[in-house]
């Protein structure tokens, strides 16, 4: 009997040989693809693959302050709040409107701002998360959120609070119908549907005290 065979772990079982192999050819593969990653070109940043000369001016009013920036036409009004002006609790999940992580209010509608182009927004009422507050005080719907522990990795809840504060900007009183509604386009890959729902109802009375 050949000594492989002994080393079968039964029937249908992988020979020392055989498992040998595999993880060669594994390593070899991986050896490969982290060559080509290394070799693969680092993607230019967006400002500088065209001309600044093909940028736009446009004014954006950022949570009750006046914005002037220079952008391309195809930016996004996600990239322009985080890499242009700096405000980055609004978060970047999918970049094609999925996720809802990247949700602002434009004019007190919920909107993705991975969807908006930044030349869109030119002239209206932009609010991120960080326009909630109260200097260092958080917000009722963010108050809310801590409280009802409306989060576990917490990347989807700037957005969640978004479209909550959102939906109280439209209806102070809503049902919990109103407020799955509300959220409905907003992914939680954690699972705290449940207390971001109470959390929802908890923020209606806060706002109203």
């Given at each position: 009997m050949d000594s492989d065979d002994?080393?079968?772990g039964g029937a249908g079982g992988v020979t020392r040989r055989g498992f040998m192999q595999i993880i060669g050819t594994g390593a070899?593969?991986?050896?490969?693809?982290g060559v080509a990653m290394a070799a693969r070109p680092e993607p230019a940043p967006p400002e500088k693959m065209i001309p600044a000369e093909n940028t736009v001016k446009i004014r954006l009013h950022v949570n009750g302050a006046k914005q002037e920036v220079l952008?391309?036409?195809?930016?996004s009004l996600l990239y322009v709040l985080r890499e242009v002006i700096g405000l980055t609790?609004?978060?970047?999940?999918?970049?094609?409107?999925?996720?809802?992580?990247?949700?602002?209010l434009i004019d007190d509608i919920p909107r993705y701002a991975c969807m908006t182009l930044a030349v869109e927004a030119e002239g209206?009422?932009?609010?991120?998360?960080?326009?909630?507050?109260?200097?260092?005080?958080?917000?009722?719907?963010?108050?809310?959120?801590?409280?009802?522990?409306a989060y576990q990795c917490g990347?989807?809840?700037?957005?969640?609070?978004?479209?909550?504060?959102?939906?109280?900007?439209?209806n102070p009183d809503p049902?919990?119908?109103?407020?799955?509604?509300?959220?409905?386009?907003?992914?939680?890959?954690?699972?705290?549907?449940?207390?971001?729902?109470?959390a929802g109802k908890k923020a209606a009375s806060l706002k109203t005290k």
């Open positions: 002994k080393n079968r070899v593969s991986a050896s490969f693809a952008a391309e036409p195809r930016w609790g609004t978060k970047e999940g999918c970049s094609r409107g999925e996720c809802g992580a990247c949700t602002v209206r009422k932009i609010t991120t998360v960080e326009g909630l507050m109260n200097g260092e005080q958080l917000g009722p719907v963010q108050t809310a959120f801590l409280e009802e522990d990347y989807c809840t700037p957005g969640q609070i978004m479209s909550v504060e959102g939906l109280l900007r439209k049902g919990l119908e109103e407020i799955r509604t509300a959220v409905s386009g907003n992914l939680c890959r954690c699972g705290a549907y449940k207390n971001i729902f109470r």
